[in-house]
């Protein structure tokens, strides 16, 4: 079975885009058509606001995992990552 993997991204309410897998395990970004009219630039120098599909570079790889910085800001950093998988183990979770 194939599985979609995407995450919608909302700023107050609003759809910005989506955010999507690719099979080199980048994360590739599209901003929605209403974003496109009404909002703004999440990360203007990455992520300027037009209608493409954006996939980080091999720099992105190395430093944020395959996200963009806008992204990867938004994750635990390494002590937070450690308590969530040990919260996880404990809810019967493995990773």
């Known amino acids: 079975m194939r599985t979609n993997k995407t995450l919608d991204a909302y700023y107050h309410g609003k759809h910005v885009g989506t ?6 395990k980048r994360i590739a970004f599209q901003y929605s058509s209403e974003w496109q009219r009404n909002g703004f630039a999440i990360s203007p ?10 996939v980080p570079n091999e720099r992105a790889m190395d430093r944020f995992s395959g996200l963009f910085g806008v992204f990867a800001d938004s994750l635990p950093d390494s002590w937070g990552e450690l308590l969530l998988d040990r919260h996880l183990e404990t809810l019967g979770y493995t990773l």
């Open 19 to 24: 955010l999507a897998e690719t099979p080199d």
């Open 45 to 54: 120098f990455s992520l300027p606001l037009r209608n493409d599909v954006f």
